[in-house]
């Protein structure tokens, strides 16, 4: 089985609705909590393949965009565009299922599963309810099915690092194997678009650099698109083709990381001298 981006595509196909060509389109998106508008009009294009870094000050609004993006929160105002087709209201778990991953700032792990069926989750709807844990005592073209979805799993697994804690429960792992879970949960599916809030908080510089690695190897080899939330911006400059700064809930600077790092008004409201 091919798990590599062999999501079902937004209805009306790619590049359908609007004449939109980057996986991801945000026109005006605009998130208000009551009096605070916590994103303000972000227009945003992010082409296939295109590793984005999302920066900016403390309540920026940087998580509530990446929670619009993933459908945990529809926007006040403005349009969502995946593949050029509006997913605006669409659900997370819609869009979860169309190849929209993320991370969460807290990691979401069940702690009374094991590191391996922590990653498995993230493919049951793949078996089409029939439950993944199950199948592996069902009948024998449901095994070769299963078969391959752990075979996926494992190798993630070993990818973040995590093979020699595969069996054990999620709740006794530190801090930064948690993150990898996280990690390892987020990409297991071979998402077309990920989300990362924060990835970094937590890890170690080792377990940085692999994180790094990985994510830079999935970027080369299936052109997967990434937003990646970092406070971290060593991390961020080396890992981005491109840097957007929220200030404020809007758009204050949009450009290579060499642009953002010398752009005035990026140091003077968030990177400091
Ligand atoms: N559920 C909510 N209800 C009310 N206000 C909220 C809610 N979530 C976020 N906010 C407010 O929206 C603004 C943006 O918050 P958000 O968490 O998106 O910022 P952020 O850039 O991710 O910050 P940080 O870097 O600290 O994670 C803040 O003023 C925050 O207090």
Redesign the pocket.
Known sequence: MNLVQDHPAAPGGPGAADGGEGVLRLAGVTVR?GG?T?VDQVALDVPSGQVVGLI?P???????LLDAVSGLRTPSRGRILLDGADVTARSASWLSRHGVRRTF?RHQAFGWLTVRQNVLVPLEWRTRGRGLLGDVLGLPHRRRETGALLERVDEVIELCGLSEVRDVNAATLPIGQLRLLEFARAIVDSPRLLLLDEPTSGLGRRETELLSEVLLGLVQRHELTVIL?E?DIDFVMGLVDRVVC?VQGAVLADGTPAEIRRNPEVIAAYLGS
């Open positions: 909590f605070i916590a900016g403390n309540g920026a609004g940087k998580t509530t700032q939330v406070h929220l």
